[in-house]
C-alpha cells in the first residue's frame, strides 16, 4: 500500500447514506447473492442432487414399508392355512367312526382302518399291544372349545 492510502482515514461523518443504499436492492431476499459485503455466504443448491436424495429417502422408506406389509400378508397366509389346516382335519374326525362324545380338552386318538376309513379311539396306541386292529395311527388329537381339533400327527406318518 501506498503512504497516501495509509495516511488517509475514513471520515464516518462524510459516508453518504442515500448512496450506499443505492448499491443494494430494495427487497435483498429476493436476489441469489449476499447483498452486502458481510452477508452469510448463498450458494445455490444442485435441483438435480437435492431430488435425487429426496427420491431415494422415499423409495427407501417406501420399501421398507411394503417389505412390512408383504411379511403381514405372509403371517395372515399362515393363519388362515393353519385355521383351514384344523377345519379339513376336523371334519375328517366328525366323519371317523366314534362311539362316545369328545368332551371338550380331553385328548383322543385317530386311526386309520384296513378299510381306509377313520376311526377316534380313547385308546393310545402304546396301549393295544399285540391286538393292533389298525392299519395305522394317524394323530393324536385334542377336542378344542370352538369344536375343531388340535392334532399332533404321527411322526412316523410324515
Same mark, same amino acid.
Given at each position: ?16 447514506? #442515500?448512496?450506499? /443504499? #443505492? ?11 449476499? *447483498?452486502?459485503? +458481510? ?6 443448491? !444442485?435441483? +438435480?442432487?437435492?431430488? +435425487? /436424495?429426496? &427420491? ?21 397366509? =399362515? ?6 389346516? =384344523? ?7 366328525? #366323519? $371317523?367312526?366314534? @362311539? ?5 380338552? *380331553? ?7 384296513? !378299510? #381306509?376309513? !377313520?376311526?377316534?379311539?380313547?385308546? $393310545?396306541?402304546?396301549?393295544? +399291544? /399285540? ?6 395311527? &394317524? $394323530? ?6 370352538? *369344536? ?5 400327527? @404321527?411322526?412316523? @406318518?410324515?
Amino acid at each position: 500500500m501506498s503512504q497516501d492510502t495509509q495516511k488517509q482515514k475514513i471520515d464516518i461523518d462524510r459516508i453518504d447514506l #442515500e448512496k450506499e /443504499r #443505492e448499491k443494494t436492492t430494495e427487497q435483498p431476499g429476493l436476489i441469489a447473492f449476499p *447483498h452486502t459485503v +458481510g452477508g452469510a455466504v448463498i450458494k445455490p443448491e !444442485d435441483q +438435480g442432487k437435492m431430488k +435425487g /436424495r429426496a &427420491v431415494s429417502a422415499m423409495r427407501q422408506q417406501t420399501d421398507r414399508q411394503m417389505r412390512q406389509l408383504y411379511e403381514q400378508a405372509q403371517t395372515l397366509a =399362515r393363519q388362515a392355512q393353519a385355521i383351514k389346516d =384344523r377345519v379339513d382335519i376336523s371334519e375328517r374326525i366328525y #366323519e $371317523a367312526e366314534m @362311539n362316545f362324545e369328545p368332551i371338550i380338552a *380331553h385328548t383322543y386318538f385317530l386311526y386309520q382302518k384296513k !378299510d #381306509e376309513t !377313520d376311526v377316534l379311539s380313547l385308546v $393310545a396306541p402304546e396301549e393295544w +399291544g /399285540r391286538s393292533y386292529p389298525f392299519k395305522a395311527y &394317524v $394323530a393324536k388329537v385334542t377336542l378344542l372349545s370352538d *369344536h375343531t381339533w388340535e392334532v399332533e400327527p @404321527n411322526s412316523e @406318518n410324515q
